[in-house]
């Protein structure tokens, strides 16, 4: 059986976020290159818009393709500095001796679980899902709630980014963090469980009530 100790949370965090945003980017290119084609643009859009109309969507996508990557970055570096803060908030506010180092490495681990998700739409998407358009890819998550819809084309994008993002990985990924906050903190699974619904998961469902409020102002302008 496998034992962890306190001190196993002790690690250089930079160089591990490091590691997982080589990767990211490495599936990021691969989406890019394997997936988001130009034919896919061509099979969305070939109805709608003249070809030349096209052509300058697919040159403009190349661009910011590339601006992506950064943006990719940002917002990775961004979600784990923001998921560990939030938690290390609420286990301040509950007096529990834990560092904010350690818990962003408990925050690290648990980002496995995120990546196998990524990997597995990839996968997915150039095996066994058949798409055809562009909503096709973006509506496509395993084991999601979304996956349970008949027409998730036809939904506003916020509610299948809702639907998206509850799926069995990421809620996998809440029952790590609290798996490993218990090791190291030794309180009971189930106040750990506690504290990281009250405190990352609310923070999720306002982070999905805003994107719906933005996305539904846009869509109105």
Do not use: C
Not at 69 to 84: E, M, N, P, Q, S
Not at 85 to 103: E, G, H, M, P, V
Not at 138 to 157: D, G, I
């Amino acid at each position: 059986m496998i034992k962890f100790e306190k001190t196993d949370f002790q690690f250089n965090s930079y160089y591990i976020m490091l590691i997982f945003l080589i990767l990211y980017l490495v599936l990021a290119w691969l989406m890019y290159s394997s997936i988001m084609t130009d034919s896919i643009f061509y099979q969305t859009y070939g109805t709608q818009i003249s070809f030349d109309r096209i052509e300058e969507i697919i040159s403009a996508n190349k661009i910011i393709s590339w601006i992506s990557y950064i943006f990719i970055a940002v917002f990775l570096i961004l979600r784990l500095l923001t998921t560990a803060a939030i938690i290390y908030f609420a286990t301040y506010l509950s007096d529990l001796k834990i560092s904010y180092n350690q818990l962003l490495n408990i925050i690290l681990i648990s980002e496995v679980v995120l990546l196998l998700s990524a990997i597995t739409k990839y996968v997915g998407l150039l095996t066994w899902h058949n798409y055809s358009t562009i909503s096709d890819i973006q509506s496509f998550m395993p084991l999601s709630a979304l996956s349970f819809v008949k027409n998730p084309t036809e939904l506003p994008v916020f509610i299948k980014y809702t639907l998206q993002l509850f799926n069995l990985f990421e809620i996998t990924y809440w029952f790590i963090i609290s798996f490993f906050l218990t090791i190291v903190t030794k309180i009971k699974f189930q106040k750990s469980v506690s504290l990281v619904f009250s405190s990352y998961v609310i923070s999720l469902i306002f982070w999905i009530i805003l994107i719906s409020f933005l996305s539904t102002t846009i869509i109105k302008t």
